[in-house]
């Protein structure tokens, strides 16, 4: 009985309050996250120096956001989630040469080869482009041990048949370019909301 009184009256109302905190606090909102959100100009010498691979654009340290977790997998599922790849394509030579960008998983823990890639839409002007994968469908995505969490990225300029596009005999018409990428993770059951995504452009 002496429980039950605790939580009576005052007390429980203060209760009730930090529960409805709790609910409307980071935790509720963990549903999803931006990964990274990159602007960047690339150009052909950019694509021929890149290291240790041509025509990749590497996002590494502090252009990952560092509050992602460290585990996928839980207390909240990203790893059977989606990823919303969100593509504005800024600048882009004419000609509307057709023009994709994979983009790759680094893990901090690999298994088979080690990582996994989904990929943006084929564009062939500037524009926005977005669409939404599933965490389970990509390409090698279950190469990653997602408990041990995202450690880099790598974006890869392609043509339409997955040719780097350094190697194009063609390169003027993918270089030089500007693009924003934003890869906003997820959860599992949950459903991407823009509302949630810094800085972005109120469509018209």
Known sequence: ?????????????????????????????????????????????D???????????????????????????????????????????????????PTTWTLCYIPNKGQKAGYGCAGTQVFKEKGVYEKDVKMTEFWQNDCIVWAEGIK????????????HAHKRADPEKFFPTKVRITMIQVAKGAKYDPKLVPNLPEKK
Do not use: C
């Open 47 to 97: 694509a021929d120096n890149s290291k240790p691979s041509k025509s990749h654009y590497y996002v590494t340290g502090k252009m990952l956001n560092a509050e992602r977790p460290k585990d996928w997998t839980v207390p909240v599922d990203f790893r059977n989630g989606t990823v919303h790849i969100r593509l504005e394509v800024i600048e882009k030579p004419e000609g509307g040469a």
């Open 152 to 163: 880099e990225m790598h974006l890869v300029i392609k043509d339409d048949s997955n040719v």
């Open 1 to 45: 009985m002496i429980v039950i009184r605790s939580f009576r009256g005052t007390r429980l109302a203060f209760v009730l309050a930090g529960v409805a905190l709790f609910l409307s606090g980071p935790v509720a909102q963990a549903q999803q996250f931006v990964l990274f959100d990159a602007t960047f100009t690339f150009t052909k010498e």
